[in-house]
């Protein structure tokens, strides 16, 4: 692979299931970041990781949870979905937090 | 609060010039980033400025005034491939990145 996968492309969700979406990159990029982008709004940071084995929150946290156990996978995890987690979901990698993030394909996720 | 404000859409011609601008109030600056977006497809990075002035790339260009918290995208020669959404975000003191909205731009033959 080169640069940032994610898994999956598309997903159909009810609503209270749990969901984790997977980003890996092989760039060995120290920093990772998930944002959620919806229409009419500028990206949004969930969370980040500066370096493995951390993590922070960003602006819309709630409702998603992030582990950040290797420097390749940073995966997102939303316990018990909501419809309004219903949004297109990018993941994004940096050499270091002072660098230009290199994006994911983005995950299409619907919750219904 | 933060604030990234961009038009919201733009239509120019193929072959013309157009400028696309930006406007930002944060909590601190470190940086002022421009990144082209297809539909359906992911950000790519176009430019990077963070002193004053402008920085040329080809057919792109991006200036920034950080005293007026200003930032512009100027695009020659446009060819059809250039019709994108175009994003801009700046670096705050925490070295977060805040995202304006986008301004889509619709290139006419």
């Known amino acids: 692979i080169a640069g940032i996968t994610q898994a999956p492309t598309s997903q159909i969700l009810a609503a209270g299931r749990r969901m984790t979406l997977r980003c890996t990159q092989d760039?060995?990029?120290?920093?990772m970041y998930w944002y959620r982008q919806d229409l009419g709004l500028g990206l949004r940071l969930i969370h980040y990781s500066n370096t493995a084995g951390t993590t922070g929150k960003g602006e819309v946290p709630d409702g998603y949870s992030v582990s950040r156990a290797n420097t390749d996978d940073f995966p997102l995890t939303l316990a018990s979905a909501v419809p309004s987690q219903t949004s297109v979901y990018f993941c994004a990698s940096s050499a270091a937090s002072v660098n230009e993030q290199f994006f994911g394909p983005g995950t299409r996720l619907t919750v219904l | 609060g933060q604030n990234i404000d961009q038009p919201t859409e733009m239509t120019a011609t193929e072959g013309a010039i157009v400028q696309i601008n930006c406007t930002y109030q944060t909590s601190g600056f470190n940086g002022l980033f421009w990144y082209q977006q297809h539909a359906g497809e992911a950000p790519t990075f176009l430019s990077y400025?963070?002193l004053d002035g402008l920085e040329e790339k080809g057919r792109f260009s991006s200036f920034l005034s950080r005293s007026k918290g200003y930032s512009y995208l100027l695009l020659k020669e446009l060819q059809m491939k250039d019709s994108a959404s175009y994003l801009c975000a700046v670096r705050d003191s925490n070295y977060q990145l805040i995202w304006g909205a986008g301004t889509k731009l619709i290139i006419k033959p």
């Open positions: 400025n963070v």
């Open positions: 760039m060995r990029h120290n920093a």
